[in-house]
T-cell receptor, first 115, second 112 residues
Framework: DAGVTQSPTHLIKTRGQQVTLRCSPK?????VSWYQQALGQGPQFIFQ???????QRGNFPDRFSGHQFPNYSSELNVNALLLGDSALYLC??????????????FGPGTRLTVL | QQQVKQSPQSLIVQKGGISIINCAYE??????FPWYQQFPGKGPALLIA?????SEKKEGRFTISFNKSAKQFSLHIMDSQPGDSATYFC???????????FGKGTTLSVSS
């Protein structure tokens, strides 16, 4: 049973460019959350998708957008990249149907470097 | 307030010792408190989680102690091993599965 997978592993972009990161949830999971982890910091919640809709959003600008597909996989898009967007982007999956057992499992992340 | 405050920032423990990491929160609506372990270059891995209806939960060498009135919770790692050397994050959310608010992390080094 594959866990949460993310692609690509590493990415280098320049300021002003746009980037798309991808996530496949753990088998049986229907909810995907995205987090940004700056170096030496804890992850910060960006947003969560369930049933192809944005269910919850953290304090991130509109440059950060997302999408969830019918197969529950998800994309994170960041427009007009800034140097400060350099971070590890983590995807976490969970299952709404699990109720109180609705724990979030993280993927290995995508390391984004903005030059 | 959405913050979760974690201490200490770093911790050095001898092999076989007890590692203790503390967290405090402000938002009384939080009702789910997980701990994650992260190795360099990897994503966080769920270690153990607790809800405020119990004061303690133990899984193997890992124990969470929870003090609802003080709005504090802690992770105890018994018989610490070099393989436990990692960064540990406490987190909190309004309910399991929703946005996790993380502490800033504790880097644990277990010396052999």
């Amino acid at each position: 049973d594959a866990g949460v997978t993310q692609s690509p592993t590493h990415l280098i972009k320049t300021r002003g460019q746009q980037v798309t990161l991808r996530c496949s949830p753990k088998s049986g999971h229907d909810t995907v959350s995205w987090y940004q982890q700056a170096l030496g910091q804890g992850p910060q919640f960006i947003f969560q998708y369930y049933e192809e809709e944005e269910r919850q959003r953290g304090n991130f600008p509109d440059r950060f957008s997302g999408h969830q597909f019918p197969n529950y996989s998800s994309e994170l898009n960041v427009n007009a990249l800034l140097l400060g967007d350099s971070a590890l982007y983590l995807c976490a999956s969970s299952s709404i149907l699990a109720g109180e057992g609705n724990e979030q499992f993280f993927g290995p992340g995508t390391r984004l470097t903005v030059l | 307030q959405q913050q979760v405050k974690q201490s200490p920032q770093s911790l050095i423990v001898q092999k076989g010792g007890i590692s203790i990491i503390n967290c405090a929160y402000e938002n009384t609506a939080f009702d789910y408190f997980p701990w994650y372990q992260q190795f360099p270059g990897k994503g966080p891995a769920l270690l153990i989680a607790i809800r405020p209806d119990v004061s303690e939960k133990k899984e193997g060498r890992f124990t969470i102690s929870f003090n609802k009135s003080a709005k504090q919770f802690s992770l105890h790692i018994m018989d610490s091993q070099p393989g436990d050397s990692a960064t540990y994050f406490c987190a909190a959310s309004n309910q399991a599965g929703t946005a996790l608010i993380f502490g800033k992390g504790t880097t644990l080094s277990v010396s052999s």
